[in-house]
């Protein structure tokens, strides 16, 4: 990592969503996948359940600005239960993160900004932090493990482009 960006992080508002769009299309990957457009993220229902609906009840995230108004990233997380889960689910009462830098601020320490002041704030309300992550994401597992995640054994699989993934969880304990 070279030079840290000096950045503000606040609170995500429903107001972000659009933005949060964006996020989830760069964390996603749809771009290696020949998408060129959010709105590939929007009209897949499996990874826009993370997105779509921002603000409910127990959606929890942050946005982290320079010049305290340009975005230039988001870490957020979102429950899902019973047959609603996502890609890093391990269990009903345990978020799965999302996470995404704009592309030309990444390797700036937003991410290990965005990721701390998230799990900071998660450690007062849930037990562990979920995640799913592609084995070929050198930068997020970097991340993830200096953050304190762990890959779950046994939970490696093929991901929608056939490449692997697995999911990772930091306890808080």
Same mark, same amino acid.
């Given at each position: 990592?070279?030079?840290?960006?000096?950045?503000?992080? #606040?609170?995500?508002?429903?107001?972000?969503?659009?933005?949060l769009?964006?996020?989830?299309? @760069?964390?996603a990957?749809?771009a290696?996948?020949?998408?060129?457009? &959010?709105?590939?993220?929007? *009209?897949?229902p499996?990874?826009?359940?993370?997105?779509? *609906?921002?603000g409910?009840? *127990?959606?929890?995230g942050?946005?982290?600005?320079? *010049?305290?108004?340009?975005? &230039?990233g988001? =870490?957020? $997380? /979102?429950? %899902?239960?019973g +047959? +609603?889960?996502?890609?890093?689910?391990?269990?009903? =009462?345990?978020?799965?993160?999302?996470?995404?830098?704009?592309p030309?601020?990444?390797n700036?320490?937003?991410?290990?900004q965005?990721?701390? /002041? $998230?799990?900071?704030?998660?450690? =007062?309300?849930?037990?562990? &932090?979920?995640?799913?992550?592609?084995?070929?994401?050198?930068?997020?597992l970097? $991340?993830?493990? #200096?953050?304190?995640?762990?890959?779950? @054994?046994?939970?490696?699989? &093929?991901?929608?482009?056939?490449?692997?993934? %697995?999911?990772?969880?930091?306890?808080? +304990?």
């Amino acid at each position: 990592m070279g030079k840290v960006l000096d950045c503000s992080i #606040r609170p995500l508002m429903q107001k972000d969503e659009p933005f949060l769009w964006q996020m989830l299309y @760069e964390a996603a990957h749809v771009a290696e996948e020949g998408e060129s457009t &959010v709105q590939a993220v929007v *009209n897949h229902p499996l990874i826009a359940k993370y997105v779509k *609906n921002w603000g409910r009840a *127990n959606d929890r995230g942050f946005i982290a600005e320079l *010049n305290g108004s340009q975005p &230039v990233g988001a =870490a957020w $997380l /979102r429950l %899902f239960a019973g +047959d +609603d889960r996502g890609f890093g689910w391990v269990d009903d =009462a345990i978020p799965e993160l999302a996470i995404a830098v704009l592309p030309e601020y990444t390797n700036q320490g937003v991410g290990t900004q965005l990721l701390a /002041r $998230l799990l900071s704030e998660a450690k =007062a309300s849930y037990p562990a &932090v979920s995640l799913s992550v592609r084995s070929s994401n050198r930068g997020a597992l970097s $991340l993830y493990g #200096r953050s304190g995640f762990k890959v779950i @054994e046994g939970s490696e699989t &093929v991901n929608r482009t056939g490449g692997t993934s %697995f999911t990772m969880k930091v306890d808080f +304990d």
